[in-house]
C-alpha cells in the first residue's frame, strides 16, 4: 500500500500569486480549468497503490478547501484529508509532525509532492525505479534538466550517472553546481522518518544551548532540502529519477498562464473531452482551449491559443481572447480583447476595451528554459508581466490597460500602462 502527502503550504506563502491570493488559495487556483491540486490528486488515483492523499499545510480551513476535498474525493474514488500545521514547519516539518497518520495503515512507500509545480506527474515511473532498486535507499527525488543560470533558483543534484545515485544536493545553490534540478516531487519509504527525528532531536539541544527563548527557531521546523538530503546524499541513501515529460513550477501568475498550456496540451491525451472544439454555431477556437461548461460564449468569439474560461463567464460578440485565463462569473463585453492576461472573479471588461499584458514564457529556443517567476520590480520599476485584474474590478469602454496589476474591487475610469492599481 502507498500513500501521498501534497505540501500546500500557508496564507504567508503565494506572494507572488497577488492579488488573486486575496481571493483563493494558491494550491486552489484554477490551471487548464481545474483547481492546481486536482492535476495532483488525479495524478494519485491512477496509481492503484495509493491509498489515500494527504495535504499538509497551515491554512485555516475554510468552504472552498471543504467542499474541494469533497468533490475530490467523490470524483477520484481515493481519500482525501487535510492535515493542519500549527505553524509554517518547512517542507520536513509537516511531515515530521504527521508521521503517525502517514505511517497508519502500514504503507511501504509514499510519494511527497510540493503543489506548487505543474507536471505529468510520472508516478508509476518513479515506482518502478523505485522497486528496480530495492531496499538500498531511503528516498528518490524526480529530477530534470535545467539551463545553468536558472537552475540556481532550484534545488541541483549532483548524481552518479552510472548508478543515479545523488551524490550532492545543493538547495539553491550561488554558483553552478549542476543542470539537474529538483522538481520537488519525492518517493520515500518510513525511513525517511528517522532521518526527521534525529533533525528534530539535533535542533531541540541547539535550541536549548542558545541564547534568549524569543530568538530561538522552533526544533520543529525542518527542511527537506538543506537538513536531509544533503545528509542523505553523504550515506548514499538517495536517487534520483530523471523525467523528459513537462514540468514547471507555478510561483507567479504568468507562470499560471504557461502552466495551463502544459496541461491544455496535456488533455489531448488524458481529457480530449476538456478541450473545446470547432463546431457550427460556436465560437472560433484557435489551439488549446477550456470553457466550462456554464459559460456563455458568443458564436463569433474568437478563443486560443491558451485560454481558460471558468464558470459562468459570459463572452459578447466579437470578443478575441488568447493566452489567458478568465475566472468564475466575469462579463467579456462585445469586441473587447483581451491577450496575456487573468480576469478576476466577477470583473467586467467593457465593449472595445483592450486588456493586454506581456508574456513572460520561458525562452522557446532553449530546450532546458524555464519560466523565470520574477518578483514585481526590476531595478525600481514593474517588470512587464501579464495583466491581471483582481476581483471584481470593472473596465470601462474604449480603454487600454496593459502590463498592469489591478486590485480587486476597482472602478477604473480612463487607460492605464505599466502600474500597479491600489
Ligand atoms: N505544509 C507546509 N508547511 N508546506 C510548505 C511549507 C510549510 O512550512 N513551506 C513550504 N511549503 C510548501 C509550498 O507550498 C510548496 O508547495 C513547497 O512546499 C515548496 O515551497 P518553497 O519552500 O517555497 O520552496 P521552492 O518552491 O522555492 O523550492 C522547492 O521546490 C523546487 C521545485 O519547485 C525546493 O524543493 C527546490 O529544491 C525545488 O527545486
Ligand atoms: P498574430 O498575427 O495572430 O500572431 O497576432 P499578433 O501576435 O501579431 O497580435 P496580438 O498578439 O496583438 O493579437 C493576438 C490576436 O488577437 C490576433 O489574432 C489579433 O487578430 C487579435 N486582436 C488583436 N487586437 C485585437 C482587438 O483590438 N480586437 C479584437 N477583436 N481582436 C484583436
Redesign the pocket.
Known amino acids: 500500500m502507498l500513500k501521498a502527502v501534497v505540501?500546500?503550504?500557508?496564507p504567508q506563502?503565494g506572494t507572488r500569486f497577488r492579488p488573486l491570493s486575496f481571493e483563493v488559495a494558491k494550491p486552489l487556483f484554477p490551471v487548464a480549468g481545474v483547481p492546481m491540486l486536482q492535476h495532483l490528486v488525479e495524478a494519485c488515483a491512477k496509481v492503484p497503490d495509493i491509498k489515500e492523499v494527504l495535504l499538509?499545510?497551515?491554512y485555516q480551513p475554510n468552504e472552498e478547501l471543504s467542499r474541494f476535498l469533497a468533490s475530490a474525493q467523490q470524483e477520484f474514488k481515493i481519500s482525501l484529508r487535510y492535515l493542519q500545521?500549527f505553524a509554517?514547519?518547512?517542507?520536513g516539518?509537516?511531515i515530521y509532525h504527521f508521521r503517525d497518520q502517514i505511517l497508519s495503515g502500514g504503507p511501504c512507500a509514499f510519494f511527497l509532492m510540493?503543489?506548487?509545480?505543474c507536471s505529468a506527474f510520472p508516478l508509476a515511473d518513479i515506482l518502478r525505479f523505485h522497486r528496480r532498486h530495492g531496499d538500498s535507499h531511503c528516498g528518490i527525488i524526480l529530477g530534470t534538466t535545467a539551463n545553468r543560470k536558472q537552475s540556481l533558483n532550484?534545488?541541483c543534484i549532483v548524481e552518479n550517472p552510472e548508478t543515479n545515485e545523488v551524490l550532492h544536493f545543493v538547495?539553491k545553490p550561488s554558483t553552478f553546481v549542476s543542470e539537474i534540478?529538483?522538481?520537488?516531487i519525492y518517493l520515500f519509504t518510513p525511513e525517511i522518518f528517522g532521518h526527521l527525528g534525529t533533525v528534530f532531536q539535533r535542533n531541540q539541544e541547539e535550541r536549548l544551548q542558545e541564547g534568549p527563548l524569543c530568538t530561538r527557531q522552533m526544533a520543529e521546523v525542518i527542511h527537506l532540502?538543506r537538513d536531509i538530503f544533503t545528509m542523505l546524499a553523504a550515506h548514499k541513501q538517495l536517487y534520483v529519477y530523471k523525467t523528459q515529460h513537462f514540468w514547471s513550477?507555478i510561483k507567479s501568475a504568468g507562470s499560471a498562464i504557461y502552466g495551463s498550456r502544459l496541461y491544455l496540451k496535456q488533455y489531448h491525451e488524458t481529457h480530449p473531452e476538456r478541450l473545446a472544439t470547432n463546431q457550427e454555431g460556436a465560437p472560433k477556437i484557435i489551439g488549446d482551449v477550456y470553457i466550462h461548461q456554464t459559460a456563455n460564449v458568443d458564436p463569433t468569439a474568437v478563443l486560443g491559443p491558451n485560454v481558460s474560461i471558468g464558470k459562468g463567464v459570459l463572452i459578447g460578440a466579437g470578443v478575441r481572447v488568447r493566452e489567458s485565463i478568465v475566472l468564475h462569473g466575469a462579463v467579456l463585453q462585445d469586441h473587447c480583447c483581451v491577450l496575456n492576461s487573468i480576469v478576476g472573479w466577477g470583473s467586467v471588461i467593457g465593449k472595445w476595451a483592450r486588456v493586454e499584458g506581456s508574456p513572460s514564457d520561458p525562452n522557446p529556443n532553449d530546450p532546458y528554459a524555464k519560466i523565470d517567476s520574477e518578483t514585481l520590480f526590476r531595478d525600481g520599476s514593474l517588470t512587464p508581466s501579464i495583466t491581471i485584474l483582481g476581483c471584481n474590478v470593472n473596465i470601462p469602454s474604449e480603454v487600454i490597460i496593459r502590463n498592469s496589476i489591478v486590485l480587486p474591487h476597482k472602478d477604473l475610469n480612463r487607460s492605464f500602462k505599466n502600474q500597479i492599481i491600489l
Request: glycine share 28%; net charge negative; with cysteine.
Open positions: 505540501l500546500i503550504g500557508g506563502k499538509i499545510g497551515f500545521e509554517s514547519l518547512g517542507t516539518g509537516g510540493n503543489a506548487d509545480v532550484y534545488g538547495e534540478i529538483n522538481c520537488g532540502e513550477q
